[in-house]
């Protein structure tokens, strides 16, 4: 159990350390125009931390109540495809600048969210519910990506060009 719990946490560090390393906070993303409703930049680190420790929580939960090596290894399967999705987000959105790569990579990131809950709910449903902070928070970045999209298009070069000429690049 406890190698279990260590093997989680770490991953989940991983992953969540790999998408913080790739959001940079800088001129750039202040240059970009947010909705009213946008969360302010504080909320992130406790929401992502709090969804860590639930996600974490449900690997631990959904890994003991895999009862053959074919469901762990799908557990791991949607696990690792949801992380590189995670990552890939944070590398679209803050590292390339490209919000909207990042938009339609949302879908695929929320659906696989989706497919960890649909795969964990017969098993556990406890492991699935742990993980519908996660669906929701991605949820609404969905929609703030959606909307900074359509404040800030396009994305193809121009719009850093823009900041450039402002002093801002």
């Not at 940079?24 to 992502?48: D, K």
């Not at 929580?57 to 895999?66: D, G, M, T």
């Not at 600048?97 to 017969?122: G, H, Q």
Request: proline residues 7%.
């Amino acid at each position: 159990m406890i190698v279990t719990i260590i093997i989680a946490a770490v991953a989940t560090i991983c992953v969540l350390g790999a998408g913080g390393a790739l959001t940079e906070i800088g001129p750039w993303y202040h240059s970009l125009r947010s909705p009213p409703w946008r969360p302010p930049n504080w909320a992130f680190g406790p929401v992502w931390s709090t969804i860590g420790v639930l996600t974490c929580a449900s690997a631990v939960i959904i890994w003991r109540a895999s009862a053959t090596d074919e469901e762990k290894v799908v557990v791991i399967g949607l696990f690792a495809v949801n992380a590189g999705f995670n990552i890939l987000w944070s590398l679209f959105f803050f590292k390339l600048r490209r919000p909207d790569w990042a938009l339609i990579e949302v879908a695929f990131l929320w659906m696989s969210i989706l497919a960890l809950m649909l795969d964990f709910y017969p098993r556990s449903p406890l492991a699935a519910v742990l993980l519908v902070p996660y669906i929701v928070w991605v949820s609404i970045a969905a929609l703030l990506n959606r909307a900074m999209v359509r404040l800030n298009a396009p994305f193809d070069g121009s719009a850093e060009r823009r900041g450039m000429i402002k002093g801002q690049g």
